[in-house]
Each structure stands twice: as C-alpha cells, then as structure tokens.
C-alpha cells in the first residue's frame, strides 16, 4: 500500500440548492488551487420534476474560465458575447471571462416539460497573468471531439489537456490536465505523472488508488512525480484534474478571481453599478452582489 501517494484530502462543503445540492472541493481553506483549478463543483445527481427546472440568473466573472461538464441533463448557456448554447453529456463548453462576461445557465423548455436528471462537474479555471485581462470569449466542444481511450474495463475521456497520448482539442491557457474516468468492475487505469499538481475526485461508486480505498464526493491531492494505479471493484466514476502551479497567488471573492485584490473590489463596484455587458435575451434578472461573506471561500 502506497500511503505517500495522497498528500492533502478534501471533504467537500455541501450547499442544497432546493432542486439539487453541490459539492464543493475548491476553493477550501486547507487547500485553494490544483494546478489552474481554483473551483470544482459537483452539482446533483439529482431528479428533477415536472415543471421544474435549474436557473442560475445572469452573474458575472473575472480573470478566470469556467467549464461546464455534463453527466447527466442539460443547460442552456447565455452569455453577454450573444452565446446561446446548449450543452449535454460528454461535450464541453468554456466560457473565458477574462477582462468581464455575464452569463445564465438555465434548464431547457425540453426539460421543464417533464422530469429529468442533473448531475455535472463544473470548474473554474483561474488564468494566467498575461491572461487575465484578455478579451472574453466562448467556445463549445461536441462529444464526438473529444478523444476517448477505452481498454473495455475502463473508458475515459480526456476534456482538456493530453493524457494517456490523446490531446482535448478544447484552449488551455495554462498546463491542464482533466479527464472524466469511468471504471468497470475489475477496471483499472494508470495515473502518471504528467503535471506539476494533480487530483482525484470520485463523484460515483467505489475506487481505489494503489490499494487505497477512496471515499465518494471526496478531493484527493496527489504527491507530485509519482505514479499510481487507480481500480475499481464494483465500478466507479472519477474525475482526474490539475497542471501547472502558479508561482503567484489568486484571490477570490464571490464570483471573482484575480491576482489583486484592487481588482475584486474593482468587479464588484462594476457589477453593483451595472457597468457589465447585458446577456441578449436573458436581461430581466440578476444575481444581486451577496451582502456579507459569499457563499464561495473567499480569500482577498
């Protein structure tokens, strides 16, 4: 049994969103960042019933991508660029905030009419300096893009970065790894060291790494330069993800990220004075600045 293989484990904080509740890993006090990884959330599964339907009103973001990863359902995306697009399992949309962008994530007319299922991983990737204030930007990549390595035990598909020889055709700013690992039981998958910082999250079922059992809705930081074999025995769903360490700190608050503080205060003025761009079609609500401490770690 490798017990070095593990450095830092996570128990995500839990928030019920009525419809569904989230696990959220990153950002936690313990630990804010794996590689550019500065936000991971695993939202449901959940069921949803008749007339029902997900709706995150227009917000805005900074300095930062987010990506939206679909297991199960679907979400519309608006943004304040005039995206409208529907994202379903297996595809892949980032969304580059970079110097501003609003955005909405609503359920589809499709799924309101009837019950339906939410489960997905969504992340936040923070940019890198010579990045941060670029102009903003979407892009939306189709399941059938993205390279799936299948050894018949195990499937995985790699949704950013290379891994395993096949590389994700959707921007990477910094080094980025992150793929979505399906184990059938008796399946196994080797864990290389491909990137300066690495981690494992289970969002289903069993799985184990060099004989060590991990726990469900759980983030496991890898030692970095050392391989590793991840199992399962009765069949699981893991997400492995991380890059290149940033050599200088990230701050955040609420929805925002930033290598300066001055810029968050900056944001925050922007958005409660409603200096963001509008979302075309979707401009009648909002998520007004939280008074307090956000929900999100906020460290500035």
């Not at 991508?65 to 979400?75: L, N, S």
């Not at 992150?178 to 184990?183: H, N, P, T, V």
């Not at 050392?226 to 290149?244: F, I, N, Q």
Request: charged residues 20%; hydrophobic residues 40%.
């Amino acid at each position: 049994m490798r017990e070095d293989i593990i450095i830092q484990t996570i128990t995500p904080t839990s928030h019920n969103l009525g419809d569904f509740r989230v696990h959220r890993a990153l950002p936690a006090r313990e630990r804010t960042m794996v590689g550019p990884f500065i936000f991971f959330d695993q939202a449901g599964p959940a069921q949803i019933g008749p007339g029902h339907g997900v709706d995150v009103r227009p917000h805005p973001h900074i300095n930062l991508a987010t990506v939206t990863y679909m297991y199960e359902g679907a979400f519309l995306h608006r943004d304040s660029l005039g995206t409208e697009q529907l994202i379903e399992p297996g595809a892949v949309n980032l969304m580059t905030a970079g110097r501003g962008i609003v955005h909405s994530e609503r359920s589809p007319d499709a799924d309101r009419a009837r019950a339906s299922k939410l489960s997905a991983i969504q992340t936040w990737l923070a940019l890198p300096d010579r990045n941060e204030e670029m102009d903003p930007a979407f892009e939306h990549v189709g399941e059938d893009c993205l390279p799936v390595i299948d050894s018949g035990f195990a499937r995985a598909r790699v949704i950013m970065g290379t891994l395993w020889g096949q590389s994700a055709p959707v921007t990477t700013y910094a080094d980025t790894i992150y793929a979505d690992i399906q184990l059938s039981p008796g399946g196994s998958v080797p864990i290389d060291p491909s990137a300066d910082e690495r981690a494992i999250y289970v969002s289903g079922g069993d799985a184990a790494l060099d004989g060590i059992l991990l726990q469900p809705q759980t983030l496991y930081v890898l030692r970095p330069g050392v391989s590793a074999t991840l199992m399962s025995a009765d069949g699981g769903r893991v997400v492995l993800c991380g890059g290149e360490a940033f050599t200088s700190p990230r701050h955040v608050w609420w929805n925002f990220v930033s290598s300066t503080t001055d810029r968050l205060m900056q944001a925050r003025e922007d958005w409660e004075a409603m200096r963001f761009p509008l979302i075309p079609g979707d401009d009648q609500e909002f998520i007004p600045i939280p008074q307090g401490r956000p929900k999100t770690v906020s460290y500035p």
